[in-house]
């Protein structure tokens, strides 16, 4: 897809996000900075009620605002008065975030799953999506979102979130094969990715190296945070997904 050359470039995590300077991450503040520098932004997107996108890392609300509770127990207007911690910004719809972003630089969105497979959430992005003029891509770390876009926006450039899988958290909520077949990027073969985005940390690893290589995806490396990760994203990948330093 010629569209993806902007996934070869430096894309900001969460957007250009420093908490000693009071920007905080996924906020309007951090994808202001980032624009400024021209650089493409990559921002999460969290259920709310009514399978509604917000921009937002956390299933719950507590570590970036004085509020409490999952995300998904509020609607979107709702979501939309409680301010980040901060206090300069406050919780972004996805129309207030392509409302900011236009054209001008291309958008990222890591939508983030909770298991429910009813499709009802990847066709409410899809559908806010379907106006809008800039580059724009979604990714996830769950294959059946993935694939959900597949059949809802099947021309929408779609992504698979890659890791090795060996974390608490994973051991805990993915089988061992669920965990392998992911790890490898097995799922591909129904997720059909446009485009890999691989833990860093990982790198070099068969499966991205395949996608890259041989398929001829376009390969991200996340999270860059350090000298000795940007050189291994640069040796390894298209380009890095960064934040706490200069790409």
Known sequence: ?????????????????????????????????AMRKGLAVEVDLQRAAGDMPVVFHDVNLDRLTDESGPVAARDVDTLRTIPLNNGGDRILSLPDLLELV????????EVKSDGKRNGAFEANIATLLAGY??????????????????????????????????????KTHLSLLQRFAMRHLLTSVFARPHFVAYDVRALPAVAPLIAKFVAGLPLLAWTVRT????ERALRYADAPIFEEIAP
């Not at 470039?9 to 905080?24: E, K, N, S, T």
């Not at 979102?145 to 059949?151: M, S």
């Open 1 to 33: 897809m010629g569209e993806l050359y902007w996934l070869r470039r430096p894309i900001a995590h969460r957007g250009l996000h420093d908490a000693a300077r009071g920007i905080v991450e996924n906020s309007v503040s951090a994808v202001k900075a």
């Open 227 to 230: 000298p000795a990760d940007l």
């Open 133 to 170: 003029s800039g580059p724009v891509a979604v990714m996830s770390f769950d294959p059946h979102v993935v694939a959900a876009f597949r059949h809802h926006a099947p021309a929408l450039p779609r992504g698979l979130v890659s890791c090795r899988f060996a974390d608490k958290i994973s």
């Open 102 to 109: 236009g054209d001008t630089v291309p958008l990222l969105l």
